[in-house]
């Protein structure tokens, strides 16, 4: 055999020795309970929080809000929300305020909304509707027909999406009856979301259709709205007058 051949099997069968052993060690960490999941991770990093007798949710100034279905309302914070982050929540009656984010002046001396970037999840039951102010919030369906929900939203200078970024192909997320008024923002519904019925009414807003399904669209949009339908759904559309 060549040396020069040697070397390279030399180096192949070292590089295989290496992986072994970091397998092998890495194996008796696991069987030894030393590992820290990414989902015991997350417990550690953030505090869920029940609340009973919610039937609206109010948020200001979030920039990273999550909509999760579920059967029982929770908020989900970092555990250092209420210090570095900035967010902070109250119970009013039945509606539950969340806040993010300041109010100061720019530089062109107006009023502007600086909004806190600290991720917020709230574990939303069928039925629960939502006004959202400066926001960028998004809704995550149910993985199957039988728990999609239904929700009121009224969304002011806020960006909407529907559905989930890191589902496949195959995969869908499943929305009820969703009405939405906008007036200002940016409306996406992506690629697996599906909708019973869908109601829009829409104030300068722009809205991308990337690849959503619906079984009825009715759709009522002024002069400045800009949307954007794929062809199997603008069939659907009924304009309400």
């Given amino acids: ?3 020069s051949n040697k070397i390279l ?9 290496v992986f072994t052993a970091i397998h092998v060690a890495l194996y008796a ?38 909509i999760v279905p579920s059967d029982t309302f929770k908020i989900e914070l970092e555990k250092n929300f209420g210090k570095e982050t900035k967010i902070t929540y109250e119970q009013k009656g039945d509606v539950l305020v969340v806040k993010g984010g300041t109010t100061d002046m720019n530089a062109e001396g ?15 039951p069928s039925n629960t509707s939502l006004t959202v ?3 960028e919030i998004r809704f995550s369906g149910a993985t199957d027909t039988t728990k999609a929900f ?22 869908a997320s499943y929305f009820s009856n969703i009405s ?18 869908l109601n829009l009414s829409l104030t300068g807003n722009e809205v991308e259709d990337q690849g959503f399904s619906a079984g009825k669209i009715v759709l009522s949009a002024d002069d400045k709205s800009k949307i954007t339908l794929k062809g199997n759904n603008l069939k659907k559309v009924i304009n309400k007058q």
């Fill in 9 to 17: 099997l030399g180096t192949v069968a070292f590089i295989m020795l």
């Fill in 1 to 3: 055999m060549k040396t």
């Fill in 133 to 135: 102010n400066d926001c």
């Fill in 180 to 197: 939405l008024t906008s007036n200002g923002g940016r409306v996406e519904f992506l690629k697996g979301a599906s909708f019973k019925e």
């Fill in 29 to 66: 960490k696991y069987k030894k309970g030393e590992f820290v999941t990414v989902a015991q991770l997350h417990e550690e990093n953030y505090d869920k929080h029940v609340i009973a007798g919610v039937t609206k949710v109010d948020a200001w100034g979030i920039n990273n809000l999550k």
């Fill in 150 to 171: 239904t929700h009121i939203i009224n969304a002011t200078n806020a960006d909407v999406s529907f559905g989930e970024w890191h589902r496949d192909d195959k995969a």
């Fill in 110 to 124: 107006k009023k502007q909304v600086y909004r806190s970037y600290s991720p917020v999840t709230i574990y939303l």
